[in-house]
């Protein structure tokens, strides 16, 4: 049930963000011009990022929950320019056990999926290891509200008693991803903060999913 709404939201999420992901991921398809480089996308969830990457590219995915299996086949058929591998079981803070090797990728790419790891930290570590040399590590995250902000107060008030992750697979709504990105030890980094651009006709669920996440981060940090 959760894969089925998951791949549904990322519809609308990316009708949402369309021009933003455009934006994102312009650096990973302007990289090695003429090659065929290699993505890993951790918590690819139903393969909604595919259609933003306009090149050749060798994509594994790491994803811990294979119910999306499904989704995931029927949306990378529609991309034969990529070499899309099957899902891979797993999770960020451990690749090793998903047998991604060191230095290894080109691009590693998260959305929506920093919010739901047990820990950050330890999952940018693996990101950071799992790079080849000046690769780049592509992400979009929702965030906790700015200090004094009625949003902020409501953030944290959905974490109490664990009742925002329970009802949404781990999601965490209380992360200050921006500050932990900061501490991560990349050699380079450039993030910046925005409101999710929630159109006024969208539908009422998305409304309210979209509203709580409202506060958004998205960022290329390089290795």
């Not at 933003?20 to 480089?37: P, Q, S, T, W």
């Not at 306009?54 to 320019?81: C, G, I, M, W």
């Not at 921006?178 to 050699?187: H, I, L, N, R, S």
Request: with cysteine; charged share 25%; hydrophobic share 40%.
């Amino acid at each position: 049930i959760f894969a089925g709404f998951c791949s549904n939201f990322a519809s609308k999420y990316n009708d949402t963000s369309n021009s933003l992901k455009i934006e994102l991921f312009k650096d990973l398809n302007d990289m090695k011009k003429g090659e065929k480089i290699s993505i890993l996308e951790i918590g690819a969830g139903p393969g909604a990022n595919f259609k933003y990457f306009d090149r050749e590219a060798l994509v594994q995915t790491v994803e811990p929950n294979l119910h999306f299996a499904k989704y995931f086949d029927e949306n990378r058929s529609k991309f034969p320019k990529l070499d899309i591998k099957d899902i891979k079981e797993g999770f960020g803070e451990d690749l090793s056990a998903a047998g991604i090797a060191d230095a290894s990728v080109d691009a590693v790419v998260m959305t929506l999926v920093l919010c739901s790891v047990q820990d950050q930290l330890k999952c940018l570590e693996e990101i950071k290891r799992v790079l080849k040399p000046g690769g780049k590590f592509f992400y979009m995250e929702h965030i906790i509200g700015d200090e004094g902000s009625t949003i902020r107060t409501v953030h944290k008030l959905l974490m109490i008693g664990g009742f925002w992750p329970f009802m949404a697979d781990g999601c965490c709504t209380d992360r200050a991803t921006d500050k932990v990105m900061e501490t991560a030890g990349f050699g380079k980094l450039e993030q910046k903060k925005y409101d999710l651009p929630i159109s006024e006709d969208a539908a009422i669920p998305f409304k309210i999913c979209g509203g709580i996440v409202k506060p958004h981060l998205m960022g290329v940090a390089t290795k």
